[in-house]
């Protein structure tokens, strides 16, 4: 583990250091946003589901308010005329999160940490497990939370910190996510900024 947390601390003293604070402050604004703002996001997270990041944020700035406003029909329309993989399911699974968006905004606007909330997006919000659950939380502000994706578990894998789950269960991403969280802690990095790190650290990048 030391040359992982060596790499990070290097990183945190280098010049990414304030590109990520940048991208965090951002993903703070949405949760002290208006609702659409961040059903549009919740949306987003939707998409992800084995679906590249980089892909979606274009199907996102693409589709814009048509989260918001678009019937199902004309959504999975949308979807296929930009080349979305997913078209049918995802415009139905979006559709309906629109049913919960004034439940979902008071229980984000109680102050809960997040876990309670998270557990109830995993059980209500069809097409979200934890890894889109926590990137969603992620993105509208909350500290807590890292998007265990295959990039970040090839990253511990090559660390020989976990051993390549088969399928990520419940139980198997919190157990990940309780060694994230002890690798934060060495670090003094919450779960959001350690996640900006690691995926950095494996593809270069800092996106969402």
């Known amino acids: 583990m030391q040359d992982l947390l060596d790499r990070l601390q290097y990183l945190k003293n280098s010049e990414i250091k304030s590109l990520i604070d940048t991208r965090l402050a ?3 604004i ?3 946003g208006n609702m659409d703002e961040i059903f549009c996001e919740l949306s987003f997270c939707i998409t992800t589901a084995n679906c590249s990041a980089e892909r979606c944020i274009e199907v996102q700035e693409k589709i814009g308010e048509g989260f918001l406003t678009l019937s199902e029909i004309d959504l999975a329309t949308k979807f296929k005329e ?3 993989r997913f078209p049918n399911v995802r ?3 979006i559709i309906e999160a629109r049913k919960n968006i004034s439940y979902l905004h008071n229980l984000i606007k109680s102050g809960d940490n997040g876990n309670e909330l998270r557990e109830w997006i995993v059980k209500n919000i069809k097409g979200l497990g934890y890894k889109e659950s926590s990137h969603f939380l992620r993105n509208i502000g909350y500290k807590n939370y890292a998007i265990i994706d295959f990039h ?3 990253l511990l894998v090559s660390y020989n910190l976990i ?3 088969k399928t990520l269960t419940k139980s198997k991403y ?3 996510e309780e060694i994230l969280k002890d690798i934060g802690n060495k670090l003094k990095l919450n779960l959001a ?10 593809t270069g990048k800092i996106l969402k």
Request: hydrophobic share 35%; net charge negative; no cysteine.
């Open 163 to 165: 051993e390549k789950p």
């Open 152 to 154: 970040i578990i090839d």
């Open 91 to 93: 415009s139905k699974y």
């Open 26 to 28: 951002e993903f703070s």
């Open 30 to 32: 949405y949760r002290k």
């Open 82 to 84: 930009i080349g979305y």
């Open 174 to 176: 919190l157990e990940i």
């Open 193 to 202: 900024e350690l996640d900006l790190y690691l995926w950095y650290l494996e």
